[in-house]
């Protein structure tokens, strides 16, 4: 037992740093904008690049890890993620950087692919509530500290050290999981895989994030934009056909007749994007409108990761004790109310109330996150683990995507309607116009959340009828 612990602390550890990498150089991208002689709306390719490979990848890996081993997966990609995390960090321009975070994005796809389908399998029914707890911890808590950890490394070093951080855990993850990880752990061999479905499926989601961030540069009604949607239906209708006719599909479409389990993917991404959308704006909100400095930004935004770590673990023996998903629906009162408070923030905001804010959102994100993965996981047969995992993770990964990319155009859109012209970057000596931007982008967080609370309570009374 001992060694499954410290197995899983591997994979966590994994998990913790490359869902960081997914936040981390928010409270960056203005120094980094600047360092790099590029604008704030340019370095978000730095943010959705990483995000954008990931979500195209994913279920490739995932499927990757039924016909070649999970661990032997998980492990080359904490590789790849840790060479990648090595190049970001050299300043060889604007490009190189982008390539560096698309390694890094690969090696990420391969670990977030398996890492829960690992945990899955090494831990016997009784346990893996607890250990898939712990995991899901340890990715929302990633996820969310990137401002706050972001803000303290640069308060005492550069933009660089926001990825090399990276290299010595992840090279301490991967010796610890060879000695610790089953690699003999069982595995499909039979299936083949659909490399046509993975083209299929990442070509549409390249397209997908390529026009969401079309959309952010040159706005929503371009033509661009119309003949990339209409390619994106298309070609989803062919992968879904696809799908459903061959013997050893990418994403095996019957996992979706679990209700459980799809309305509670279905949460999960709405929960990241709400999670995301502050990751993203309150930087912004605190460097720029405030003027604090990086250092006082880092402390105030470390509060929401800090009670997510503690409130996670407890909200998964709760889940046991009281069922995933009470738990998960008591979470997101609480996330909702933090979106009520941040809505009402004004420029002279007092300190106790973002504290206050920050209180409920971890809270909040603590008592969902872990019992809403505990009843995704849980609800499907053990045959459909690998993709159960491989489209759990692509569901929070597209959630962040979609939080950050539903935040920039929101913020700029409405931001350049009030001022009767084009706006792509934080309007200098005009924070209040900024101020209106910013209470948008958390109407439409709040509307997300509350989505995902009745979702969330229909599974529930669903459940329970």
């Not at 602390?9 to 150089?25: E, F, G, K, P, Y």
């Not at 855990?169 to 003999?184: C, E, K, N, W, Y």
């Amino acid at each position: 037992m001992i060694r499954k612990s410290i197995g899983l602390l591997a994979i966590s550890l994994v998990t913790l740093i490359t869902s960081l990498d997914s936040s981390v150089v928010n409270v960056a991208a203005p120094i980094m904008a600047k360092d790099l002689m590029v604008s704030t709306s340019m370095i978000e390719w730095v943010i959705s690049i990483y995000l954008m490979i990931i979500a195209s990848l994913i279920m490739f890996f995932g499927h990757l890890g039924d016909v070649m081993g999970k661990v032997k997966v998980f492990q080359l990609g904490t590789i790849i993620f840790t060479v990648g995390s090595l190049f970001a960090g050299i300043k060889l321009g604007f490009g190189a950087l982008l390539v560096s975070r698309g390694v890094q994005a690969v090696g990420a796809a391969m670990t977030m692919s398996n890492n829960f389908g690992i945990t899955t399998e090494i831990f016997s029914k009784n346990k893996r509530g607890l250990a898939l707890s712990i995991l899901t911890t340890f990715f929302a808590l990633g996820s969310i500290i990137g401002p706050s950890l972001g803000g303290f490394i640069l308060s005492v070093s550069s933009w660089p050290y926001l990825f090399w951080i990276n290299v010595p855990i992840g090279g301490l993850s991967l010796l610890v999981g060879l000695v610790t990880l089953p690699h003999g752990v069982q595995r499909r061999s039979k299936e083949k895989l659909d490399i046509i479905g993975v083209s299929m499926f990442t070509l549409m989601i390249c397209l997908f994030f390529a026009a969401l961030m079309r959309i952010q540069t040159q706005g929503v009604w371009t033509t661009y934009t119309a003949v990339s949607l209409m390619a994106i239906v298309l070609l989803a209708k062919m992968f879904i056909h696809r799908e459903k006719s061959v013997s050893s599909p990418l994403l095996n479409l019957a996992i979706f007749n679990n209700a459980n389990f799809s309305m509670g993917v279905i949460a999960a991404m709405l929960s990241f994007v709400v999670g995301f959308t502050c990751s993203v704006m309150m930087p912004y909100y605190l460097i720029n409108a405030r003027q604090l400095s990086t250092s006082a930004a880092g402390g105030l935004l470390i509060i929401i990761p800090v009670t997510l770590a503690v409130v996670g673990p407890i909200g998964g023996v709760l889940a046991d004790k009281y069922g995933g998903e009470r738990i998960s629906a008591i979470g997101l009162f609480f996330l909702i109310t933090a979106q009520i408070l941040i809505i009402s923030f004004k420029l002279t905001t007092p300190v106790w109330f973002f504290v206050t804010m920050s209180l409920f959102y971890g809270i909040g994100m603590g008592l969902f996150q872990a019992p809403n993965n505990t009843v995704i996981m849980t609800a499907v047969d053990k045959k459909f683990l690998g993709v159960a995992g491989s489209v759990n993770s692509f569901a929070r990964n597209l959630g962040m995507e979609l939080g950050a990319s539903l935040a920039t155009v929101t913020l700029y859109g409405v931001m350049s309607w009030k001022a009767g012209k084009k706006i792509s970057d934080y309007p200098v000596n005009n924070s209040q116009l900024f101020m209106v931007g910013f209470k948008m982008t958390f109407v439409l967080a709040l509307v997300a959340a509350t989505l995902a609370e009745i979702i969330t309570i229909t599974r529930y009374l669903k459940r329970n009828s």
